[in-house]
Every structure is written in C-alpha cells, then in structure tokens.
C-alpha cells in the first residue's frame, strides 16, 4: 500500500486535495467516483512513494484513432447489430494491441451486466466526456444519436488542433536551427579559432576572449551539460504533473504576452464546444459543466467551470457564475446570457465556439507574423555577433604584419 495525493470537487464543487492509502492510482480513483466525488488528479505523494520510483504505467489512445472507432462504432449500431456483436467485430479488427485489448475487457464487462458508459469508464483512458455522452445516450435511448455528436465534436476538435500544429511547424523549424546552429559554431568553429590564435602572442578583444572561453567550456563539458539540459527538462516534466505545478504554468501561460489570450481564447473554444455537444445530447446543465470542467486542460478554466457550476446548483444563472470568476472574456459570457434567455443554450455554446476558434487562428496566424522575423533577427544577431569576435582579432594581427 501507498499513499496518494488525490485532488477532487466535493459536494458543493470545492477543490480539496488530501492524502490517502490506496494500492494503485485507479483503486484510490474509482473509490472516490463510487462515492460521487469529481477527481481530477491521483499521484503518488513525491518521486519517490512505496520505496520505488512510479512511473506512469497508463497508456493513451490515440485521438484520430478513437474516433474512427466511433464512427464505425455508430455505423454497425444504426445497421442493427447488438452492441457486444459490435464491439467484437471492432476489436478484431484493431492493429493497436493495447486498444484491441481494452475493447476486449469492455466487451467481457458489457456482457457481465455493466453498461457501456461504465465498462469504458473502467478502462481508466477514454475521456470524461465520452463517458458521460455514453451515459446520457444510455439513459434516453439514443447511443446512436449522442455517438453521432461526439465524433463531430473530436472531428472538429482534430482539424482545429491540426490547424494549430500546421501554424506552429514554421517557428519551431527556425527556433531548432538556432540552437543546432549555436552548438555548431560554440562546440566545433569556436576551438579552432582557439588553437589559430593561440600560435599568436596577440591581445585579443574581450569579446573574442569571452566566446574562446565559452566555446573552450562547452567542448569539454558538453557531455555534463547535455545530461543537465536533459534533467532539467526531465524535472520540469515531473513538475508540471503534479497539481500545484500544472496550476502554476497554467497561471503563467495566462499571463504571457500575445499568447496568454491565444491560450484563453483555445480554452474557451474548448469548453463551448464541449457545452455544445454535452447540452445536446440531454445532459442537464450542471452535470454538463462538471464533466466539460474535468475534461479541460486549464486548471485555470476547469476550476472556474467547476465555481460556476456550483453557483447553478444554487440558483444562479450560468452567465452569473461564470461572470463571477472574470476568466471568461466579457463577449463570451454575454453571448452565454442571450443563449439562456432565449433557451437555445446549446446552439449558442457551438456559435461562441466557432467564434473563438476563429479568433484563436486569426491572433495566432497575425503573432506569428511577428514572431518569425523576430527569429530571424534573433538568428542574424548572433550569428553576427559570433563571427565579428572570431574575425575581430585577425584584422589586427594582419594590420600589425604577425600573420604573414
């Protein structure tokens, strides 16, 4: 046995996180669901937790490859076959062992009397929201429909994200080229610069001083420096994981120029899309905010999600408890405020949805605009600045005849 820090939404929608004793993450997990608490997070307490380094051992599935599995999920459905016939021709005929496994084990508990919903959420890998779409289609009647609606939610989920990664392909070329560019020069130009002058009793500018020193440094450290660049980026991967550190870069994304209110606005997309597709399919509004406010990536926005939902079970209206939070923008809340009084909420979450996917396109595509030059500045500065103190010193030593 070991202990778990667990992080969950009480009754009244809280954020509480304590120790507790538990033999593996899903045990403590699935304790908790049974009691109708909302976990977010269960880690070992430290690095180090029951004498041994624990690593996460769960796997993911791929986001493209779950919803082609859907979408012919559905198609066999509508075609009248029973879901357990289903679920065996799928899993059959799945290249991806683990995946193949795991519908296995949902077919076995689906047959055992479970339903769908929960033989999924056993699985411990399938998104909140698709478990509480299933569970909602259960309870009316309509898998198919629900299914329906969730491979359109992921299908313009995949393309908006592709979108996104396509934008971002260009600066991440560039920036790569720096950094390969200035190992190159320090680890490889830079020494032989040094042993050229090192035949000359010459005294070389301070700059050219400082760069043989840095360049000399790097060859013979490299080894150590590239095992500390790889802890450090091991470390902060670490960190990030834990609740307080995920809480922390959330805050700080949020608060970086140009890209904090790119990373707003992608969240808030996020969340009316999912509102869209949960309101939709009959999920009643405060279940919906608690599953949308799990399934977020923003601590930021999933904690608000979770207050505003909390002031709903209390009498308020959405548009009150999100307005109460000020992370949403002012435009979103008002357009959530039209949605409720004219009660088309779920129409109204897909409009601002597609608005903020939009806008997250249009500031990126314009930040990236300016933001690729300045690479470019960034890459011509050093690698002129590099070149006039390795050159400096020959244009003195050939003026004063020493390189003749």
């Known amino acids: 046995m070991a202990e778990y820090l667990i992080k969950m939404a009480d009754e009244r929608g809280r954020i509480v996180q304590h120790l507790e004793v538990g033999g593996s993450p899903e045990e403590v997990r699935n304790r908790f669901l049974q009691q109708g608490y909302l976990v977010y997070s269960v880690n070992p307490r430290g690095i180090l937790a029951g004498g041994a380094i624990h690593l996460p051992q769960r796997r993911r599935i791929k986001l493209d490859q779950f919803v082609i599995f859907n979408q012919q999920f559905v198609t066999l459905i509508r075609a009248g076959l029973p879901i357990l016939t289903a679920l065996e021709l799928l899993a059959k005929r799945q290249r991806d062992e683990y995946f193949r496994e795991m ?46 609606r969730y491979v359109a939610f992921q299908r313009v989920n995949l393309s908006f994200r592709k979108k996104l990664l396509a934008s971002l392909i260009y600066p991440a070329i560039l920036v790569a080229a720096v950094i390969i560019m200035f190992f190159f020069l320090i680890v490889k130009v830079v020494p032989q610069f040094a042993e050229l002058y090192a035949q000359f009793d010459a005294d070389l500018p301070a700059i050219t001083k400082f760069t043989l020193a840095f360049g000399e440094g790097a060859q013979h450290y490299f080894f150590l420096i590239i095992f500390l660049v790889a802890a450090a980026i091991a470390a902060f991967w670490y960190w990030r994981r834990t609740p307080n550190g995920a809480e922390l870069l959330d805050k700080i994304r949020f608060n970086v120029p140009i890209f904090g209110q790119v990373w707003l606005k992608y969240q808030i997309a996020m969340f009316s899309r999912m509102m869209s597709t949960l309101l939709a399919g009959g999920l009643p509004l405060v279940q ?3 599953t949308a406010g799990e399934s977020m990536s923003s601590r930021v926005i999933a904690q608000s999600v979770m207050q505003a939902a909390q002031s709903v079970r209390e009498g308020l209206p959405l548009y009150a408890g999100l307005e109460q939070r000020k992370i949403f923008p002012d435009l979103a809340v008002e357009m959530i405020e039209v949605g409720e009084s004219t009660g088309a909420l779920p129409v109204m979450f897909s409009s601002v949805a597609e608005f903020y996917e939009e806008d997250v396109q249009n500031a990126l595509a314009a930040a990236l605009s300016l933001i690729e030059p300045l690479i470019l500045v960034v890459m011509g500065v050093f690698v002129g600045a590099v070149l006039i103190a390795l050159y400096l010193p020959i244009f003195s030593l050939g003026a004063s005849g020493k390189l003749h």
């Open 103 to 148: 519908l296995e084990k949902v077919r076995a508990l689906v047959k055992s009397g479970q339903l769908l919903s929960e033989a999924f959420e056993a699985q411990g890998t399938v998104p909140k929201i698709y478990t509480t779409t299933l569970m909602a289609g259960e309870k009316s009647g309509n898998l198919d429909e629900v299914l329906t």
């Open 288 to 290: 919906s905010l608690l």
